[in-house]
């Protein structure tokens, strides 16, 4: 499993994720912090973009904050 950082900016115009030097991930989201609708639109965009499952994928921390822990298990070699 891998764990590492999220930024999300919710509210965006287009949707987009960025690395930042220090590893992490700035997301961009078109949708609003709302009834969970930001952590869904990032739950499916990062399983798209590490090709995995979005049941696969968890928020250890930080569900109703802008800064995320984000769990992606690692693909087999």
């Known amino acids: 499993m891998a764990i590492f950082k999220v930024k ?3 509210n965006s115009q287009q949707q987009s994720i960025e690395a930042e030097v220090d590893g992490s991930f700035k997301v961009c ?3 609003p912090p709302v ?3 930001a952590n869904q639109e990032l739950i499916k965009l990062l399983a798209k973009k590490f090709n995995v499952k979005k ?9 109703s904050s802008k800064n995320k822990l984000i769990e ?3 693909p087999e070699i």
């Open 29 to 31: 989201l078109k949708s």
């Open 8 to 10: 999300v900016k919710p």
């Open 72 to 74: 992606i298990p690692l």
């Open 55 to 63: 049941s696969e994928i968890t928020i250890k921390s930080g569900l």
């Open 35 to 37: 009834d969970g609708k």
